[in-house]
């Protein structure tokens, strides 16, 4: 099993800043969760030479290289020319190759263009990857005690084809299975979350425990090793049993995307459907779960109720509730999540009023104060944040809390009441 | 002037895959701005010996390095000893660090911790980077033919250090003026673009023309070198002139961010207002609308109309022409928006219904269609899309061109009829 990895992306769209190496995050990712270091990662343009000495230096370090980019059409071959270059290894015709890019072409109705046929030459002893989600294939070989990868640039590929193709081909290297589960943490801070437990994680070797940080939320991602996957599955048992009574309804679920995934599944399972009113969040909370496919099953719609006056006609919230408390006040959020649910037909909504900035609103309420209401035919309730100064953290903060309250409502664990 | 640039981001977060390298795709793009070339980008953990190791290979071939991360008070100053190191300097006591520091954290209202001390000391010969977004100093210095910078991780502050710092710095080195301007188009494919410019490209050298893509949108950035900074304005005017006749109503701005950005400004100018309805798009025209600081101004709300009954209750649409055409229709688009207009109380409304995917709808649409309408006072328009496979890039399309309508009607550039 290779230990030591370093990515190198190929790609002078990288060093012109016209793209960020999200590949490069997504890989270090994966490969940590295969147990796999990565010690390097490394950018250079669509230059044969330049190539070339990454790839040497690499070679000296690592015993496994990760490559991205650089296998398309257009490329001239550069990533698989320099490497099986660099590997004494010369580039043979690979008929499942040619014959996989044919269909493709042929599914999508275009022509191929004869620059597509450098595509089927990969280097000798190659184990293919085929690309199910494009036209050049990726692949890997091993020589001179390292094992080298090669993946398409397009993350949407590469993303794919590292999970579908390349994680497996490095599972089958190890001597054992390695398995990781990811809980993901809602209404905790990154550094209150690593105090809890860093001495829990420096004792632990097997598994091992990794925390990250996303904007407003948590993630905790246990590592185990063992000779066979349930092994693997059974030494994660334990720990993530102990994480679940330490961090209790925090954690919102293990190995999903988001909040608002969650949010998608429980409503399904139940049969209930959701509906919005957004004023400081605009129309993120929509936007959020009308980005899962399969949406539509459950989210009615939603009101945008940016200006003031909406909020009562389309709303319904009392023009004399407006006056008294202003549109970002705990009443309005409440009315709002009420003539939602009216409105749109929905069997619950959530509601969003506050002050996402840059500055405070005419009633001198801060930037950061953000009410956000569920309602439900039980009642409704509304919770009061305050969540910083950056109009992005504010919003995405504000909708962080509306998924957590259905969530919360959906599993039972409301701490706000609905009245 | 240096010309030869290698980024070196130094952070095991970005080893761990914690996060993206965005840094570095911020500064290629400042440093190409510049008319600097970077040749390679490296991510190293933080751990000295690869720190070093990667530092005297870019002094090998590079004649500017520039480190991002590893300057803040929890890492034992790791970049600037090292790079100290590997350039033979010394850390001096800075004072001016120390008291820009100690006023931060007074205006803050916390008490400064000891292990921030370290971040006064910098390699002698320095010159000092304030920062003014957090604590810990950047600085730059010259050795052995050399110039490196150092600036420090969290991209909001490596960003703002960048412009208000580095670049002025880098400036100041130059024995003239680069100046970049960046024209956006929309309604282009790149690979179009670029066939269109690719012998105007190749026959430049200064200006010179560089395209980027984006999600449905293309950018061509014009720099150019003199010895003042109105000279270079010159040599830009013509090429852009040019472009602009060769691309005409395509180009929607120039050094602006976004549409949407493009169209708040003209309404503002305009004094009139904005709602949309929104069906596949789901939210995303607000949200992208409310992103931007001031949409209250102009931005009256929206309606996420995503379950088909919905259409009817809140816009309008008529029963008998959502069963007559199916949601997804020229009609019920056109519909949907005039509903906007009059249920939103807006001078404009846009409208979106289409199939995102990733399965076509019940009635046999395919994935990819899209209606896209703008209701003004004189009438209404429809514009029929087909914008891929991908969910993700429908919905983006759809968005887009909802915001060129409302651009081009305000432009009076609309090649749709409004009846």
């Not at 590929?157 to 590292?162: G, K, N, R, T």
Request: glycine share 10%; hydrophobic share 40%.
């Amino acid at each position: 099993m290779t230990h030591t990895a370093e990515l190198i992306a190929v790609g002078t769209e990288l060093l012109l800043g016209n793209i960020a190496n999200t590949d490069a995050q997504m890989l270090s990712q994966g490969l940590s969760a295969l147990g796999i270091n990565v010690y390097y990662h490394t950018v250079v343009g669509d230059n044969p030479g330049r190539l070339r000495a990454a790839v040497e230096l690499a070679k000296s370090r690592a015993d496994l290289i990760v490559t991205t980019g650089g296998l398309g059409p257009t490329c001239d071959d550069l990533t698989k020319n320099v490497l099986a270059a660099c590997f004494g290894k010369k580039l043979v015709h690979n008929p499942e190759a040619e014959a996989r890019c044919r269909a493709f072409f042929q599914k999508i109705g275009r022509e191929m263009t004869a620059n597509n046929a450098q595509q089927f030459y990969l280097p000798e002893g190659s184990t293919v990857f085929q690309n199910d989600w494009g036209t050049a294939p990726g692949c890997a070989f091993e020589a001179e005690g390292v094992h080298v990868l090669m993946l398409p640039g397009p993350p949407r590929e590469c993303s794919a084809m590292f999970r579908y193709r390349a994680a497996p081909y490095l599972r089958s290297l190890a001597d054992g299975a390695i398995v990781s589960r990811t809980l993901k943490l809602f209404g905790i801070g990154e550094s209150e979350m690593e105090n809890q437990l860093r001495e829990q994680m420096n004792a632990m070797t097997n598994p091992t425990l990794a925390p990250y940080a996303k904007e407003g939320e948590c993630e905790l991602r246990i590592t185990a090793k063992a000779p066979t996957e349930a092994e693997a599955r059974a030494l994660i048992a334990p720990v993530e049993a102990r994480l679940r009574e330490q961090f209790g309804e925090k954690i919102y679920g293990a190995d999903v995307s988001s909040l608002e995934e969650v949010v998608l599944e429980r409503l399904k399972e139940r049969g209930l459907t959701l509906g919005s009113a957004e004023s400081c969040t605009g129309g993120l909370i929509a936007k959020r779960m009308t980005d899962l496919p399969g949406a539509s099953a459950v989210f009615r719609g939603g009101v945008v109720s940016y200006a003031t006056p909406v909020k009562h006609t389309v709303l319904g919230v009392p023009e004399a509730m407006l006056d008294a408390y202003g549109a970002v006040s705990a009443p309005v959020a409440r009315a709002m999540a009420q003539g939602a649910r009216r409105t749109l037909g929905s069997d619950l909504a959530v509601s969003t009023t506050g002050v996402a900035g840059p500055d405070s609103d005419e009633r001198g309420n801060p930037v950061g104060l953000v009410y956000v209401a569920l309602s439900a035919p039980e009642g409704t309730c509304v919770r009061e944040l305050h969540a910083g100064t950056s109009r992005e953290r504010v919003r995405t903060m504000a909708a962080h809390n509306a998924f957590d309250l259905v969530r919360r409502y959906l599993n039972g664990t409301l701490r706000e009441k609905l009245s």
